[in-house]
């Protein structure tokens, strides 16, 4: 059976639409709505956020791996820790290791490699006793003579001896020569009579007559004496 809508029933229908089409929003050209609701809590996180500010997140530790284009934080913190490379042998910087793993002399304060030997000759030193090759002389090393012993300064202009003539050891150069020193030392170890003793047969600081007298003397035994007081 048809139906058709008289004076009342289509009063009721607008009615209903017109409550119905309050609830909408108008079409805006270009734009279409989403499917997503936008809260009150959506919109309260965008209104705090600055004008122009973009996400930033920062690594808390450095990574090769990290894809993160930002770490000037972390980056700082390490490269603070570490020293310049311009540091390294320089004045007023740090002391390198050679490949022995020890400082180089070069390196070293001077009082704590101030001696050097070499071969004094000519008024120069020289690192080979055929000198060959000539030593830089320095006001703050002393110069040992390999040869002798004897120890020297470097003036500014020549070496200047500050060993007074005096060498330690028993080369020909030290005090009271230490050769024949040595040698006589060694001599007074050994079993020996001088050289100018005097035997039966020849003179030394005595005559041989004089020798063959006091060999012939024996020492008076106690009984002897004894016998004296009898």
């Known amino acids: ?12 229908l607008v009615e209903h639409l017109d409550t119905n089409m309050d609830k909408k929003v108008d079409k805006v050209s270009g734009k279409q709505l ?33 894809e993160n284009p930002v770490q000037n934080k972390v980056i700082k913190a390490e490269l603070d820790k ?16 050679g490949a022995d793993g020890k ?17 004094y000759h000519n008024s120069k030193f020289w690192k080979e006793s ?4 000539a030593i830089t002389g320095q006001s703050d090393k002393i110069y040992v003579d ?7 300064r470097w003036s500014g202009t020549a070496y200047v001896e500050i060993s007074a003539s005096l060498a330690l050891g028993t080369t020909s150069s030290t005090a009271g020569r230490g050769d024949w020193t040595k040698t006589a030392y060694d001599h007074s170890q050994s079993s020996h009579a001088p050289t100018t003793a005097a035997t039966q047969s020849a003179m030394g600081l005595m005559s041989a007559a004089d020798k063959t007298k006091l060999d012939g003397i024996t020492v008076i035994s106690t009984a002897e004496i004894d016998a004296l007081f009898v």
Do not use: C, R, W
């Not at 059976?1 to 009063?11: C, I, Q």
């Not at 055929?130 to 090759?133: G, Q, R």
């Not at 390999?146 to 020297?152: F, L, V, W």
């Open 146 to 152: 390999i040869s002798s012993n004897k120890t020297y």
């Open 34 to 66: 989403s499917e997503n609701d936008f809260t009150d809590a959506y919109k309260s996180k965008l209104d705090g956020i600055a004008a122009g500010a973009t996400k930033t997140t920062v690594d808390g530790e450095l990574s090769s791996s990290s």
């Open 82 to 97: 570490k020293l310049s490379t311009s540091l390294k042998g320089s004045a007023g910087g740090v002391a390198e290791l």
């Open 130 to 133: 055929s000198h060959t090759t």
């Open 103 to 119: 400082v180089p002399s070069s390196q070293l304060p001077s009082f704590v490699d101030d001696v050097t030997e070499g071969y």
């Open 1 to 12: 059976m048809s139906k058709f809508l008289d004076l009342t029933g289509l009063t009721a």
